[in-house]
């Protein structure tokens, strides 16, 4: 059977403190427990009946403040808006240069087509008047008259002339003779060489002033050098 028992408001009315005494002590000799002097003083119930808070118990924890959120939110987008504008100012200056060196390739290749172009188109005229020319002179023999008369008049005036023609041309002229003497004023005298480096339809003219190239090849030349200037814009 228990003796112990749980005792409630009015019920500890009455109650007397007891205390230990040992057992060799005075004024008891056989020991054990005795009415104290005090008076019985019932603890309060749900709390310790001093100030002292129990062992083991945590201390209330102290009110921490709460970290400024939108500051921290302010510099973080702050960073990220920063690193952002520095990775796309990179990324552009890139795509900047490789559009620049785009640009200068296109450019190059530009060029190229068009200096190639203008080459092929040269070599076609020269090879179109090439044909036209040797058409006309084994049709019109009397040409390289023609071109002597012009090589005269753009001459340095001169009383006497000595001219240079293709063999196959030189009975021609030498026939032609009086009218080149006649329709050049002060010309007096005009000789005739069949020389087989002149081409046919052309003619070499010489004086002691100076010499015309009225070659078929110095010709065809001018007309290269004349199709190069009107290509190029000139």
């Known amino acids: 059977m ?3 028992r749980v005792l409630k408001g009015a019920a500890v009315e009455g109650l007397q403190t007891l205390r230990f005494v040992d057992f060799d002590g005075e004024g008891a000799g056989s020991g054990g427990m005795e009415p104290a002097d005090e008076e019985f003083q019932p603890a309060a119930i749900g709390r310790p009946a001093t100030g002292v808070a129990p062992q083991g ?4 924890p102290q009110p921490v403040a709460a970290p400024n959120l939108e500051r921290e939110k302010e510099e973080a987008f702050a960073r990220g808006r920063q690193e952002g504008i520095q990775q796309t100012e990179t990324r552009l200056g890139e795509t900047v240069k490789a559009f ?3 640009l200068e390739s296109i450019h190059r290749l530009r060029e190229s087509i068009l200096k190639n172009s203008t080459d092929d188109m040269l070599r076609l005229v020269m090879a ?14 009397e040409i390289v008259f023609h071109t002597l008369q012009k090589a005269l008049h753009a ?8 001219v240079r023609v293709n063999p196959a041309d030189f009975a021609l ?3 032609k003779k009086p009218l080149l003497l ?14 087989a480096s002149v081409s046919r339809g052309g003619c070499l003219v010489e004086s002691e002033l ?9 010709q065809l030349e001018e007309i290269r050098q004349k199709t190069l200037a009107a290509a190029a814009g000139e």
């Open 182 to 195: 006649a329709g050049i004023s002060g010309l007096k005298n005009i000789t005739f060489e069949a020389d």
């Open 173 to 175: 002229v030498q026939e």
């Open 128 to 141: 179109i008047a090439e044909q036209v020319v040797s058409c006309e002179i084994a049709t019109n023999p």
């Open 210 to 218: 100076g010499e015309v190239d009225a070659s078929i090849e110095s």
């Open 57 to 60: 118990a945590r201390p209330d």
């Open 155 to 162: 001459a340095v005036r001169s009383d006497a002339f000595h």
């Open 100 to 102: 620049a060196a785009g």
């Open 2 to 4: 228990s003796l112990s």
